[in-house]
């Protein structure tokens, strides 16, 4: 995106300068009806700090200075009380442009994103669709006494903006229908009363713009090949998966098998993938668990993952090379603005970050745990430009730079790793920031020494590292050893540290809600 200059009052206190744009992305589905005050937030990095300006078509009227808890979506992020009471009914186009600290701020706009204001009501479609795939008809009223017996029966019945209801029993997503001209989401979901794991929908190609699934369980079933459940069309068309199960009834081993085909602009706002061969590719992951799947994580550009775990990462024996993150991209093109924000994995067999040619991208508050029995490594290569880690915990494993790693404003600060080297003593990285890569106020924990500017060595105190509970007790000397930064104010359980230093982490008095889209 185009760099201008911000409004006077977002002036910052000069810092110590990083000469790179800050990083962001949304926190929010788009094409939303909302009414009331929707609070809109933005994840935004960069170690000197950063404010986000926001706008309602094309004028700025807030902005946020520091983050704060969003209940609606439970993270800590930059946040606009969006007062759809003041706005006629319709769409409208939500703006915000990020501006870093120090001595040379850097402005970045995000790209504009659509809601609908719907304070009036007007957009409000009540008309519901019931579907039974055991006892329905589809030449029937569409009623809960008299329910359509497919999917795709009641998408063409029911109005743009309604909702599906679906007993429990065996659906299809293939051939849905229904045009690509929805506006808004239209809701699949089970009925009032069902579980998840009862409405069970076979994978296919919808066909048709802005479905939401919600509360339902999606599989494909294929061994021995490449598979996916969902497909979009080419990039032309959005899902959004919220709080569904996705998997394969072959298991995670039978086959390539992925959640998405087809470059489906994905959207997924809690829920499980399992069983599969690599995680979700989405746009925006929120609160979204991974568990027992063969390849990688999460990998891909353009892409907010938060609030998010993964668990038994393991490639078996189908030669797979899983990953936590991957970042690989071939010449020309690069990996980039990928943001991980509280994001934790435990008892992966697979290396942690990696990849070459990754840009704009911030790995915030990760939680890292590989299995003892591996051997695999955290590690980059290659050209990487204006990547921040902050508060990056690797656990059994070392962060490694290989011979040809090519940095330029990459930032790691307030991590705590095993160890950190190069593969080769002849391009040795001293963390100094001179030859493009500034490590300081880490902490290492493997015995091996230290690493950077302002390192700490010794034993972290996790506070239970039997139970896979590798936060920080206070007292901790590797939070002694960080310091204070704007953009990350919590952590990665979202408990916030106490005034302006990490040194004493303050718990919340009530545990967070369940996130909201």
């Not at 939303?32 to 609070?39: A, E, M, P």
């Not at 704009?360 to 921040?388: C, H, I």
Request: glycine share 10%.
């Amino acid at each position: 995106m185009k760099r201008t200059r911000l409004l006077p009052l977002l002036a910052l206190a000069a810092a110590p300068a990083l000469a790179a744009r800050p990083v962001a992305r949304w926190d929010v589905v788009p094409n939303q009806r909302v009414s009331g005050t929707f609070l809109a937030g933005v994840c935004a990095f960069h170690e000197d700090g950063v404010r986000v300006a926001f706008s309602v078509n094309g004028k700025f009227i807030h902005v946020a200075k520091e983050p704060r808890k969003n209940p609606r979506t439970g993270v800590w992020e930059y946040v606009f009380p969006l007062d759809t009471a003041k706005l006629p009914d319709g769409p409208v186009a939500l703006g915000a442009r990020v501006r870093s600290g120090g001595a040379t701020p850097e402005d970045y706009d995000l790209p504009s994103l659509t809601l609908y204001a719907n304070n009036g009501g007007s957009l409000t479609v009540a008309e519901t669709v019931w579907v039974d795939s055991a006892h329905g008809d589809d030449a029937a009223a569409g009623t809960e006494k008299a329910p359509l017996k497919t999917i795709a029966a009641a998408v063409k019945r029911v109005p743009v903006g309604g909702t599906v209801l679906l007993k429990a029993g065996e659906y299809s997503a293939g051939g849905l229908k229904g045009g690509s001209d929805r506006p808004y989401w239209t809701t699949i979901t089970a009925a009032p009363g069902v579980v998840r794991d009862d409405v069970q929908i076979a994978g296919g190609r919808p066909g048709t713009q802005r479905l939401r699934f919600r509360g339902v369980s999606l599989y494909c079933d294929v061994k021995g090949r490449y598979g996916s459940i969902l497909d979009g069309e080419n990039g032309k068309h959005s899902v959004w998966l919220d709080d569904c199960k996705a998997y394969n009834r072959q298991g995670r081993w039978a086959a390539n098998a992925n959640v998405f085909g087809n470059r489906y602009v994905a959207y997924v706002t809690g829920g499980l993938t399992t069983e599969l061969c690599n995680g979700p590719d989405g746009v925006l992951l929120r609160g979204h668990e991974v568990r027992m799947i063969a390849s990688d994580v999460w990998t891909g550009s353009d892409r907010l993952v938060v609030n998010c775990t993964a668990s038994d990462v393991d490639g078996g024996a189908t030669g797979a090379h899983p990953d936590f993150h991957q970042s690989h991209a071939k010449p020309p093109d690069w990996v980039h603005d990928v943001i991980l924000y509280n994001v934790t994995g435990y008892n992966c067999k697979c290396q942690g970050l990696f990849g070459l040619r990754l840009r704009d991208s911030a790995f915030v508050n990760v939680v890292f745990e590989r299995t003892k029995e591996s051997n695999f490594l955290t590690q980059y290569s290659g050209p990487m430009e204006n990547v921040l880690f902050a508060h990056v915990t690797l656990v059994n494993q070392t962060w490694l730079w290989r011979d040809d790693f090519a940095p330029l404003d990459v930032r790691i600060v307030n991590c705590c790793v095993p160890s950190m080297g190069t593969h080769q003593s002849e391009r040795a990285f001293d963390g100094s920031g001179a030859n493009g890569l500034l490590v300081s106020h880490c902490f290492f924990t493997g015995g091996k020494g230290v690493f950077g500017l302002d390192a700490k060595s010794g034993d972290p105190r996790f506070a239970d590292p039997a139970a896979r509970d590798y936060s920080l007790r206070p007292g901790s000397p590797a939070l002694a050893a960080f310091r204070p930064l704007q953009c990350v104010p919590a952590d990665f359980r979202g408990i916030p540290f106490r005034g302006a230093s990490a040194a004493t982490p303050v718990r919340p008095r009530d545990a967070p809600n369940r996130a909201k889209p």
